[in-house]
């Protein structure tokens, strides 16, 4: 099982039979994750550094355990409390960083093509863990690992991106993979959140009424509003924001069939989704995070050329 690619920098890049490797190897290590012993020897000797730019908290904790279930050595850098503070690169960072032999890069940066940049100038390889607005290729993996386990296929189901698509690299990386492994997808939100160009570039479904897309899904994927991404002003308030656009336990219970509510997190509680929907039988928000340890584990195995799982 070999991918097509040396790095993981987007779903963009990858091709249909990539992602099903993934998605296999993954439904393997998520078997491992129930045994009593969770640990493989799979990445002995191999070490990686989680190198952090930007805040994070499931994305960040879910590549450090799945490193240490591989048995991978590693290393966590993050911006506040570097030497990044004094001026440093990017680029002299990593370089200096990878001259005491590391072998893998996890990278989350502010800046959009921060992971294509660095995979241009540096030998080893690069997984991209959310650069600015444009990809976070793993959370789009785990997304795909989590329908397809709630529904058994991602063939023919329909997906509903909700809410701030413009800033979300969630729904790039989404949109990306869904459409690639054959399921319909539509964006849904208000129109000053959605880009002119979704429809002709991506294919997919608009809707600017919530309700109709709800009506439409099997899976609703609800978005974070990205207000530190924001610099003027696309809605005239959260208030208004949740009465017009906010997932509501009435709004669901008025559909004629239960839907799946997913969200990537950090909920927004209140303003894009409520808490009585979010903490309900309804929602896989949960496992989505726990299927992430298991997506991370072969994406870094898969990219590190190991051969077998159970080793
Ligand atoms: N979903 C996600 O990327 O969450 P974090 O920002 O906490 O990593």
Redesign the pocket.
């Known amino acids: 099982m070999q991918l097509s690619t040396k790095h993981l920098l987007g779903i963009r890049d990858l091709v249909p039979n990539d992602i099903q490797i993934i998605l296999d190897t993954a439904a393997q290590f998520k078997e491992v994750l129930q045994r009593p012993i969770k640990k493989v020897p799979s990445l002995r000797d191999v070490t990686i550094v989680n190198l952090f730019y930007e805040?994070?908290?499931?994305?960040?904790i879910s590549f450090e355990l799945a490193e240490k279930r591989l048995s991978a050595d590693t290393i966590n850098f993050t911006a506040s409390g570097s030497s990044v503070k004094k001026g440093e690169t990017l680029l002299d960072t990593v370089n200096n960083i990878l001259s005491m032999k590391v072998d893998l890069v996890v990278m989350r940066h502010s800046a959009s093509g921060a992971p294509h940049f660095l995979a241009k100038h540096i030998p080893a390889a690069i997984v991209n863990a959310?650069d600015g607005i444009n990809e976070?290729p793993t959370?789009a993996l785990l997304d795909a690992f989590s329908i397809r386990e709630k529904l058994g296929t991602l063939q023919g189901k329909k997906i509903a991106l909700l809410g701030d698509i413009m800033h979300s690299r969630?729904a790039l990386s989404n949109i990306y993979l869904l459409k690639k492994m054959g399921a319909e997808v539509m964006v849904a939100g208000p129109p000053t959140l959605i880009p002119k160009y979704m429809q002709q570039a991506f294919d997919v479904h608009v809707e600017y009424d919530l309700k109709t897309a709800l009506e439409w899904c099997d899976v609703a994927n609800v978005l974070r509003i990205q207000l530190e991404r924001q610099n003027q002003v696309l809605f005239s308030s959260l208030r208004e924001y949740n009465l017009q656009y906010g997932v509501k336990r009435s709004l669901l219970d008025n559909l004629n069939k239960e839907i799946v509510i997913m969200h990537?997190?950090?909920i927004n509680r209140g303003v894009e989704l409520d808490s009585d929907v979010a903490d309900s039988k309804q929602s896989i928000i949960l496992q989505q995070v726990e299927n992430g340890v298991a997506v991370r584990m072969a994406v870094l195995y898969l990219l590190a050329g190991g051969k077998t799982v159970q080793n």
């Open positions: 805040n994070s908290t499931r994305t960040r959310g976070h959370q969630v990537p997190g950090p």
